[in-house]
């Protein structure tokens, strides 16, 4: 029986990549099933799309770039109606220590404060190490927006778990 | 220098289960293409069809029609500057045929994301922020006479609701954050008779809400939530039908909108900033779906295009030049703007 190539290329690319794919969307969602239905639209436009993006060798960077776009410009109600049920995810966390797990989940409480758009640009830049233009590249947006974005957040973060003052990466001005 | 942050998102990301999504990725790219070719067939007919009555309009070249144009436009258009240091920001107006615009108000940053002309054109609100806390005054300048007035002082403000006018240009309705510390989307209503006091309270469970001002639908609320949604003023859903808008859009453009930003008098278009945008939170729209429905009503080749709403009329800014078009889309003529608003924005019209 003759093998649809394409098609198992694309199952081989689904199966390889999920798990990353889900742990960034974990990170931008902070909700097991948010990121899962992220990635499955994400996978799915990438779908679409594959006869394209396999050929340019590109189909995890296409498919990381729509996730991002779907998540600061889509997902706003279901972000809402979690606040609205005033229901935090269960803080995913562990630590070396009672003290990281502390800190941890005062920053996994914070980063639920954020806008959808400034959480995808500290998981950019912190998580993914993406440079400013790489970040503003991806979101579509300018590196001024991404610098501005990523001093608010990172100013809340500090408000909010008073522990990352003291860290030097934290002080401020360490990020200009 | 080591990066508590990233430590951090390392740990939360190992909780990320990893399903096999295959099968549903496959089922869901299949109802996506059902739905692209639906709605690209009936653009396609739109298109056709509006192309052949002159209905549709994408305008593709422009009269010269100076003066048409401007008797179209007769009130004050708006602009954001942010040309000074430090963030500092001024709000300009300028009408058809002034050389120069004037300056209406000076500020910081906080003025483009707040600044608000009320639709009669008498009054210009702003949030002004005061420490780091999240709170805010509310101010009000008189355009007439200069006079400014505090109608609220440190109220604890919601982000994403940013002041806004009711039709009659009475009152502003302005979101807040919950004093009990909830999270939430509440709004309240200040009026310019009763500054300090706040008025009715209105739980709108989106962003960025925007006032039907005339027609079937006054009154009625349009707001930002997974797409446009609309309300009634006692909170019932809107007979207006904005389920399609969105949707439409990605799946003819393939443009994600990321906020809606200004609708017509009736409501029946909404201006939307989309992935062409190239700022954090746009005052300036790129493209026009019409409601209900969704249909395309005017969308940009290019970055630098925005449009506001000027009564019944609709103006497209480009390269220098207002397009004034009616609410069909047809061309009515093409104004230059002064060189001097090349850099600022344009954010509203009024009067």
Redesign the interface.
């Known amino acids: 029986m003759e093998t649809d190539l394409p098609a198992a290329q694309f199952?081989e690319f689904?199966?390889a990549r999920?798990?990353a794919l889900?742990?960034?969307?974990?990170?931008l969602t902070g909700d097991?099933h948010l990121?899962?239905d992220l990635?499955?639209?994400a996978?799915?436009?990438a779908?679409?799309a594959w006869s394209r993006i396999r050929e340019e060798q590109n189909a995890e960077a296409y498919t990381r770039k729509i996730m991002y776009?779907?998540q600061?410009?889509?997902?706003?109600?279901?972000r809402?109606k979690e606040?609205?049920a005033?229901v935090l995810p269960e803080p995913?966390?562990?630590?070396d220590s009672a003290e990281d797990s502390v800190?941890?989940i005062a920053?996994?409480e914070a980063l639920a404060?954020l806008?959808p758009?400034q959480r995808a640009v500290?998981?950019l830049r912190?998580?993914e190490?993406r440079s400013v233009a790489e970040t503003a590249e991806l979101l579509?947006?300018?590196e001024g927006?991404i610098k501005?974005?990523t001093s608010k957040a990172l100013?809340l973060?500090r408000?909010k778990v008073p522990e990352?003052r003291d860290?030097?990466?934290?002080a401020e001005g360490?990020l200009a | 220098m080591s990066n508590p942050l990233k430590e951090d998102f390392a740990s939360f990301a190992e909780h990320a289960a990893a399903p096999d999504m295959h099968a549903a990725v496959l089922a869901r790219s299949k109802r996506l293409g059902v739905r692209r070719a639906v709605a690209g067939a009936v653009t396609a007919l739109v298109v056709l069809f509006g192309g052949v009555t002159g209905a549709f309009a994408i305008v593709n070249s422009w009269p010269e029609e100076l003066s048409e144009a401007a008797a179209a436009v007769p009130g004050t258009f708006y602009y954001l500057d942010q040309g000074g240091e430090g963030g500092a920001t001024r709000v300009l107006s300028w009408k058809a045929g002034d050389d120069e615009p004037a300056v209406v108000l000076e500020g910081d940053d906080t003025l483009r994301s707040t600044a608000t002309i009320s639709p009669d054109g008498r009054n210009i609100a702003w949030r002004e922020t005061t420490g780091d806390g999240g709170t805010a005054n509310l101010k009000v300048k008189d355009l007439a006479t200069g006079v400014v007035t505090t109608l609220m002082d440190e109220f604890r403000y919601l982000p994403c609701a940013e002041p806004v006018w009711s039709p009659d240009s009475r009152s502003l309705l302005v979101g807040r954050q919950p004093l009990d510390e909830s999270v939430g989307v509440h709004a309240f209503y200040v009026s310019l008779d009763a500054p300090q006091e706040f008025g009715d309270d209105v739980e709108i469970p989106g962003c960025h809400p925007r006032f039907v001002a005339e027609g079937e639908f006054a009154g009625d609320i349009l707001y930002w939530g997974n797409g446009i949604e609309a309300m009634a003023p006692d909170g019932s859903p809107s007979g207006l039908d904005t389920a399609d808008a969105v949707s439409t859009l990605y799946d003819t453009l393939g443009r994600t909108a990321s906020s809606l930003v200004a609708i017509s008098p009736d409501g029946r278009k909404a201006c939307l900033s989309t992935d062409l945008e190239t700022v954090d939170r746009a005052i300036s729209c790129d493209t026009i779906v019409e409601l209900p429905g969704g249909r395309v009503f005017q969308s940009p080749d290019h970055f630098s295009v925005a449009y506001v709403f000027a009564g019944p009329v609709v103006v497209g800014r480009s390269e220098g030049e207002l397009k004034v078009m009616e609410s069909s889309g047809a061309a009515i003529g093409t104004l230059g703007e002064p060189a001097s608003l090349a850099e600022a924005e344009l954010f509203a019209y009024a009067g």
């Open positions: 199952e689904v199966r999920t798990p889900m742990r960034t969307a974990f990170l097991q990121a899962e990635v499955q639209s996978l799915a436009r779908h679409r776009h779907l600061v410009s889509w997902w706003r109600r279901k809402l606040q609205h005033d995913p966390v562990s630590g800190r941890r920053v996994w404060r806008t758009r500290l998981v912190f998580y190490d579509g947006c300018s927006a501005s974005q100013n973060l408000t990352l860290h030097r990466f934290f360490s």
